[in-house]
């Protein structure tokens, strides 16, 4: 199962994830459960396009993941790492992917011969590589200009007219909001979406600078994030605590610059069992 991690923060921020080579730390994670390729983009003051980084392998072969994200600084993370559905692993197909000054990762399956059908000549011709969750990124995208630039209501004609799909899970940013929406056809525990809202100053000062998962121990350390206010989302809790909220199935959580988040359902869950 792939896995999404997004971060909004007020200020940037440094993301370091634990190094440690034991099956569950985060490396470990990206052994031969997600073995087909990692991925982070982040956003530079200054500069409007996202830079990313992604290899077409394991994080847990990775030489170069250790010194990226020790060293990365940014309000707005995406990161995710990949067991592939659709596609043979390569930069092209690796996570997350980027047109103009968007960014996008998905967890999941689409149909993607539907969806080329679908998309016109400029987002067609935009796709690079042969997996589903690009063709499904531009088929977003291509809604969102259709509704005039309006990020929801596009994501709404977008994933309501699929009809086949097994997850349709993704993280979006377009450089000052982070989007993530959940959805599954079935398997509702495998693909689950969470988010955290971090305020040190306010009522979340539970929240650590260090977060272990309960699940996997992946562990992220920031010293910054120590002092600031956030957002994370995961497609895990990252802790055992009651703070992580839950995306409800056909539901899409908006962040905004200033933290400020929303919940808006935008399809009904249609969950077999």
């Given at each position: 199962m792939c896995r999404l991690l997004g971060v909004l923060a007020d200020k940037?921020?440094?993301?370091?994830f634990s190094m440690g080579t034991a099956p569950n730390s985060f490396v470990g994670f990206g052994d031969d459960?997600?073995?087909?390729?990692?991925?982070?983009?982040?956003?530079?003051?200054?500069?409007?396009?996202?830079r990313i980084f992604k290899?077409?392998?394991?994080?847990?072969?990775?030489?170069?993941?250790?010194?990226?994200?020790?060293?990365?600084?940014?309000?707005?993370f995406a990161c995710h790492v990949r067991k592939s559905t659709c596609g043979n692993p390569s930069i092209a197909n690796t996570h997350p992917f980027r047109h103009g000054n968007w960014?996008?990762?998905?967890?999941?399956?689409?149909?993607?011969?539907?969806?080329?059908?679908r998309l016109n000549r400029?987002?067609?011709?935009?796709?690079?590589?042969?997996?589903?969750s690009e063709t499904y990124f531009h088929w977003i995208l291509q809604n969102i200009e259709e509704q005039a630039g309006d990020v929801a209501?596009?994501?709404?004609?977008?994933?309501?007219?699929?009809?086949?799909?097994?997850?349709?899970?993704?993280?979006?940013?377009?450089g000052e909001r982070l989007y993530a929406?959940?959805?599954?056809?079935?398997?509702?525990?495998?693909?689950?979406?969470?988010?955290?809202?971090?305020?040190p100053f306010g009522e979340d000062t539970s929240s650590p600078d260090r977060i272990e998962s309960c699940q996997t121990d992946a562990i992220i350390h920031s010293a910054r994030l120590r002092d600031e206010r956030a957002v994370m989302i995961c497609s895990e809790?990252?802790?055992?605590?009651?703070?992580?909220?839950?995306?409800?199935?056909?539901?899409?959580?908006?962040?905004?610059?200033?933290?400020r988040t929303e919940l808006t359902e935008l399809n009904a869950p249609r969950l077999r069992p």
């Open positions: 940037p921020i440094d993301m370091e459960r997600n073995p087909d390729g990692w991925g982070m983009g982040w956003y530079e003051s200054g500069i409007d396009t996202p290899e077409p392998l394991a994080a847990v072969e990775s030489e170069k993941l250790p010194h990226l994200v020790a060293g990365t600084f940014s309000r707005i960014l996008f990762a998905h967890n999941g399956a689409v149909d993607r011969g539907v969806l080329l059908d400029e987002h067609r011709d935009a796709v690079q590589g042969d997996t589903d209501s596009g994501i709404r004609c977008a994933v309501t007219a699929l009809d086949k799909y097994t997850g349709l899970n993704f993280i979006l940013s377009d929406y959940r959805d599954a056809s079935r398997r509702r525990n495998h693909y689950s979406l969470f988010f955290l809202k971090r305020n809790k990252l802790t055992g605590d009651d703070v992580w909220q839950e995306i409800p199935l056909g539901s899409l959580l908006t962040v905004n610059r200033d933290l």
